[in-house]
Each structure stands twice: as structure tokens, then as C-alpha cells.
């Protein structure tokens, strides 16, 4: 199958020209061994069923050997030889060069089997499943990038997606394997096939603790419930011991972590700015996955469900768009954040770029929320002008960007200077 161009492309030569080795990170399926094959000019699996063993062995021996090849060498899934980590920071010492391997992973680097975090050799790149501007999905008419470049410039574009398209392509996630899949079913069975490898299987390797898949998928069932809400983990503990009565809250907490590890749920943080009192800003978790998809199927819901509760798909559609603008932020240093206090004021997405920019994001599926979502925009934006104002010592940045991420038609500057977007208009 031909490769599928990924926005992290050019990142990854940049990295590799700045670095001795890259780890790509990400959830497992979200493409991350192709994405690296692309880059590299030798290859070692260590999941290879015929000679994961000798490779094993070999690593437990002289794993510099495993190291041997033409670079980039993509190390694939190292975390099955943890020793490799400090082989790769040991050659990139000694032979003092950028590009020289690539690893991949489908977890998080356990630390205490490595005696040094990298830092200095290693740099770490996070592939997120594909955005709706990787898929095709997106015309890419509106550039993320250059909205902050010029906050002020008028745009105009349409989106090319209905509101049914927008469901299913929530529903069905971007895995990179719907891509071979023909039939819609087929491509929708992906994230149900997911959720069930991690359940069974993945929930109790990637730490080595043994753990139930049952409770596995309680747990993912009532975040999924939960999705882009500030529910606590005292709510989803209630969940998930009414239906098997003898979890406790470290449990609970064990599980979540494992999760995390595996870069499944991706919980958003509070931006608490000090413009109103610690005590008004709410700074609990928003509930959140790595892509949308995980959500439905874990509820085992299907897109003719949404398409009647369009409600309820609006909390999924807050999920995908926070999909994207991870995707569409990653190369400028992008971080994700909300904002919402005890008076209602609130902002669903808070995005930070590397160099001090940020916009303030609202998630509106239909237009005619626009305008509510607008003043809730400028308001939180008088907000931090009226601090400044009485605090000139300690002034917070105005933002650069307002804007209406939408599931609408079209994208427009409004005069106020709110930017409203369709997310199939949106890109890097």
C-alpha cells in the first residue's frame, strides 16, 4: 500500500538532523512503525515472532550488536529489550553523530529499567492517530500556522464535509489500518478490535501487573461516558463498582496509569491563569482519549446513533477536534489545556504554542452556537485586558487567536475578529 504522508514527516528529518537517535511515541496502531520505516534505511523488530528470542538473547549478552546496520536503524518496539536504551545513548556517545537510529514504542519509557533518561541523545516525538487533514478528510483551506502568524487577516473557505461524515469519521477513528479496510463496517471494527487487545492484553504487559479485563473495560466504559466533562474519579469509581462491586480507588488509579502509559486516555489540564481567585477556577482533569473512536466503541455505540443525539455526539466531536489541534500544534510545541470557573465562563480548548502564542478555542458543532461561544471568547479575553489593567506588574499575554472550531460550513473572520473555522477546513 502506497505510504500515506503524516504531518510529523518533516519533523522527524528535522529531529534526526538534531539528535543522535528519535523515539516516536504514541498509541499502539496509530502507525508509528510505518511512519519510521519511511525514514529509515535498516530495520529491527524486535515483536518478530522467528527471532524474537535471539534478539533477546543477544541483547542480554551484547546488545551493541542488535545496533549494527545501515542508519537511521529503526529499533522497532524496543521496550521489549530495555537494555537497548542505554546501548543506543552509549553508541551515540561514541560515535558523536546525528541520525544514527530510530525506536519506537507503544508505551511509555519505564524508567527504572533504564539508567539514563537520553537527554542530550535521545529526542522524543509523539505521533497521534491521523488527523482529519492526514486522512483527506480536511481541505486544509484554513492553516492553523498562519492564524497566529497574521491574527488579523480575513479568511474564506468551505468545508467539504457534511455533518454524517464528520459522525462517522469520529466513529471510525484515525487508525492508519482503516486506510486497506473497504467496507464502512470493517473500518469502524478497528477500534472495537482495539479496545478488546488492550482489555485483554496490553492493560497487564506494559507494566507486567497482572490485571482484570473486565474492570479493564468498566473503567474505559465509564470514561468513555465521561468524555470531555470534568468528571471526577470518585464518579467513575462509582461507575464501575456498581458493575463488579470490589474495585478500590488506588485500583482504580493503577488502571488509569496503566492506560496513560499506553498513551490511551489523554486527560486535558485546567489553564489557571490568575485572573480571577485561586478558589473560582476549577482545576480538575477534562476527560479525554487519543482519538475519538475509543469512546464510541467503547460504548458500543455506532454513527446511526449519533446522527439522532446530536448532544451527546457533540461531547465526541470536542474529542476529535482535540485530536487535530494536537496534530496541527505538535511542530510548533503545541499544549492543549481548558479553561472554566465557578461563574460559568469557559473555553474548551486552551492551546499554547513553544514560543508564548496561544489561542482560546470554542467547540460548536452547529451555527447556531456560534454567536453564544463568541461572547464567551471575548469575554474571557476582557477578562485578562481589565486584569492588566489593574495589574500592570503581573500581566498575563492577551491571546493571539480567538476562535469557533466548528462542524459547519464555512470559515470567516466575524468583525468582533473571532475566526470561525469547520473542522474539515482546518490544518497544520
Given amino acids: 500500500m502506497e505510504y500515506r504522508r503524516r504531518l510529523q514527516d518533516d519533523e522527524l528529518k528535522f529531529r534526526l538532523e538534531c ?16 511512519f519510521a520505516e519511511h525514514h529509515a534505511k535498516s530495520i529491527l523488530k524486535m515483536q518478530d515472532p522467528d527471532k524474537r528470542q535471539g534478539y ?7 546488545p551493541s550488536l542488535l545496533l549494527a546496520g545501515e542508519t537511521p536503524r529503526l529499533i522497532d518496539e524496543w521496550q521489549e529489550a530495555p537494555v537497548l536504551w542505554d546501548a543506543v545513548r552509549v553508541s551515540v556517545d561514541s560515535r558523536n553523530e546525528t541520525g544514527l537510529y530510530i525506536l519506537t514504542g507503544s508505551n511509555s519509557v519505564d524508567r527504572s529499567k533504564i539508567s539514563h533518561s537520553g537527554t542530550g541523545r535521545i529526542s522524543r516525538l509523539r505521533l497521534e ?5 492526514e486522512t483527506g478528510e480536511s481541505n486544509g483551506k484554513v492553516s492553523l500556522a498562519e492564524l497566529f502568524k497574521n491574527p488579523e487577516m480575513e ?3 468551505k468545508s467539504d464535509l457534511e455533518i454524517e461524515q464528520i459522525i462517522f469519521a469520529s466513529c471510525r477513528g484515525g487508525w492508519p489500518g482503516f486506510l486497506s479496510r473497504k467496507s464502512d463496517r470493517a473500518k469502524l471494527r478497528i477500534a472495537r478490535d482495539y479496545i478488546d487487545s488492550v482489555c485483554e492484553t496490553d492493560i497487564s504487559t506494559v507494566d507486567g501487573i497482572k490485571r482484570n479485563p473486565t474492570w479493564a473495560s468498566q473503567i474505559l466504559r465509564s470514561y468513555a461516558r465521561n468524555i470531555s466533562t470534568l468528571a471526577k474519579t470518585s464518579n467513575i469509581l462509582k461507575d464501575v463498582v456498581s458493575a463488579s462491586e470490589s474495585i478500590s480507588q488506588d485500583t482504580l488509579s493503577s488502571y488509569i496509569q496503566a492506560f496513560e502509559k499506553l498513551f490511551i486516555i489523554q486527560d486535558i489540564e485546567a489553564w489557571c491563569p490568575s485572573i480571577r481567585s485561586a478558589t473560582a477556577i476549577r482545576s480538575g482533569k477534562k476527560r479525554g482519549f487519543c482519538d475519538p473512536s475509543i469512546a464510541v466503541a467503547a460504548l458500543g455505540l455506532e454513527p446511526d446513533y449519533y446522527m439522532t443525539d446530536l448532544r451527546s455526539f457533540g461531547f465526541v466531536f470536542e474529542s476529535l477536534c482535540m485530536r487535530d489541534l494536537r496534530a496541527y500544534s505538535t511542530k510548533y510545541g503545541g499544549k492543549i489545556s481548558y479553561y472554566h470557573d465557578r461563574y460559568d465562563l ?9 514560543d508564548g502564542k496561544y489561542a482560546i478555542i470554542e467547540f460548536k458543532l452547529g451555527s447556531h452556537e456560534i454567536e453564544e ?3 464567551h471568547l471575548l469575554e474571557l479575553k476582557h477578562l485578562i485586558q481589565n486584569h492588566n489593567e489593574k495589574n500592570a506588574a503581573q500581566k498575563i499575554r492577551e491571546p493571539d487567536v480567538l476562535m469557533v472550531v466548528t462542524g459547519g460550513e464555512f470559515a470567516y473572520r466575524r468583525k468582533d475578529g473571532v475566526f470561525v473555522v469547520p473542522l474539515g477546513c482546518l490544518c497544520e
Fill in 129 to 133: 492517530t491521523m488527523s482529519l487533514f
Fill in 155 to 157: 479568511i474564506e473557505a
Fill in 373 to 375: 461561544a463568541s461572547q
Fill in 19 to 34: 539528535s543522535g537517535a528519535v523515539l516516536i511515541e504514541g498509541p499502539k496502531w496509530s502507525g508509528k512503525t510505518t
Fill in 346 to 354: 469557559e473555553a474548551d480548548c486552551v492551546l499554547h504554542l513553544r
Fill in 56 to 62: 533477546l538473547q543477544t541483547a542480554a549478552t551484547k
